[in-house]
Structures are given as C-alpha cells and as structure tokens.
C-alpha cells in the first residue's frame, strides 16, 4: 500500500455471489467478480486500497468489521438481507466508529415493504440504493469525501 492511500473495506452479504444468476430483473447480469473489478479500478483513481470480501455468514461479517478497527478509513457495506434485522451488525458497526456507508444494488424502498426498513442505516454515514453495480461506484466516490 502506497503512504497516503485511503485504505476502504468493502463488505458483501448473503447470496452477492450468485450475481449474474440470481433474479437478473432485479439485480442485473454482473457477477460479483466483475463489479469487484469494476469498483477496484475506480478506487484506484482516488489512491484507495480496496478491500472486498462476501460471505453469507453473519458472524463473519461482524469479524471483518471488528478486525477493520485501526487499519480501515471507511467501511462499504452490502449487508443483503441483514439489512432488515441484523442488530449484531448495527451494533459491531457502531462500536468500531469507522465511517460506514450502506449500499444496494436496488431501491429497497421499491420493493416488498419489509425490505423498506433498514436497521443498519441508521448508524452510517449515508446510503446509496437503486443504481445498480454503480452503487459501489458512487460508494467509492462518496468514500474519497469522508
């Protein structure tokens, strides 16, 4: 890592892998994979070292979260589905004070109403929904501000 450079970790949640397979109306035809790559040279043009990592474990994410404090200027989150109920995410979020945005790749807010609530909001810095993979890429723009 270069000195200066912003170091930004990049979380995915729960069933981000199937991208390209899964519900392609909803979540369009990228692969993981390639938004990774996609998001990575974007980074690269801000000087920031990109961490991206999926699991669809909770306590994993919560370990990533936790081992990201003191080495990481800013988390991105795609938390999935924990978005709605996940308050051990919420809360390892809050603890570690680094700034955190949350991401979608759709408007929550535009589908079935239990995916409207968002319980990790509230402790990020903002939220970027409905744009797809941009999501990521207006994330890492949003990240060069904090």
């Known amino acids: 890592m270069k000195k200066g450079m ?4 990049i979380i995915n949640g729960p069933n981000l892998n199937l991208l390209g397979t899964r519900e392609k109306d909803v979540y369009g035809t990228e ?7 996609k998001t990575n040279a974007e980074a690269l043009k801000h000087n920031i070292n990109l961490s991206f990592i999926q699991t669809n474990h909770e306590g994993e994410i ?3 979260i936790h081992e990201a404090k003191g080495n ?6 795609n938390p999935g589905a924990y978005t ?5 995410i919420r809360d390892a979020i809050k603890a570690v004070e680094i700034p955190t945005i949350e991401i979608h790749l759709s408007n ?8 409207s609530k968002s319980v990790i909001a509230p402790v990020c810095v903002g939220q970027i929904s409905g744009f797809g993979s941009n999501s990521y890429i207006l994330a890492i723009n ?3 501000l904090i």
């Open 6 to 9: 912003k170091k930004v970790l």
């Open 31 to 37: 692969t993981l994979e390639q938004i990774a790559q």
């Open 62 to 64: 919560i370990d990533q």
């Open 72 to 77: 990481t200027d800013v988390i991105i989150i």
């Open 84 to 88: 709605h109920y996940s308050i051990a």
């Open 108 to 115: 929550i807010y535009d589908r079935e109403e239990f995916r």
């Open 142 to 144: 949003a990240a060069v």
